[in-house]
């Protein structure tokens, strides 16, 4: 119970990482506002840490909205008097496709929710943060945009990933005197429902001919990871157990961008 008293504020929390994020963080007793778009998703979550004993609330918002996302951070205080710990989440893949094939609303709403979503997210929260006398945040980017350059079409996605890294070890010098670490964790494949989202067009003209070696994931013989490998890592920085660490990138592949 580490993070016994503390408030997390988790974006994407009905499902995949998001949700095993805000589940353990819970087992930590933190008190969790777990955020998303989906109603019936995010009351599942709250239900599973109420069942375990833990303190939660379900909060309907879209990250890339302003009134939304002001008013989520705004519950979250009234109901737990405070914020210590952000997982900014939320994202999706959005659309890969060549370029010159991509859309600009494509490209838009990529940007919107990914990255605007993470702005807004931080820009409501670290007030609270700095109140609190410090915290935690974890920015979820991936090996894609930060060590990994060949997944097909996924240039807007690469984009954000790429940036929110940037934004996470910028964020790290700035809060810092406010006691607040900033830190960027970069997933690779990871057994979620999120490819089922991604919608891909013409990208073999994109594609970069490469053969891989078999199993491109060496840790598990190609084998992608769960979801709550990559929510003990975000416990573990939101937890004291890291606080020398900020503005890292912490990669969560098996190995697998190592390959790429």
Known sequence: MELQGSVAFVTGAGSGIGRASAIKLAQEGAAVAAIGRTESELLQTVSEIERAGGRGIALVADVALENGMREAVARTVEAFGRIDIVVANAGINGVWAPIDDLRPDEWDKTIAINLRGTYLTLHYAVPHLKAAGGGSIIIMSSINGTRTFTTAGASAYAATKAAQLALAQQLALELGKHRIRVNAVCPGQIDTAIPDNTFKRNVDEARVP???????????????????????????????????????????????????
């Open 210 to 260: 490469v053969v891989w070696p078999d199993g491109d994931i060496p840790i598990t013989r190609g084998k992608p990871g769960q979801s709550e490998d990559v929510a003990d890592v975000v416990v573990f920085l939101a937890s004291p157990r890291s606080r020398h660490i900020t503005g890292t990138p912490i990669w969560i592949d098996g190995g697998q961008s190592l390959l790429r």
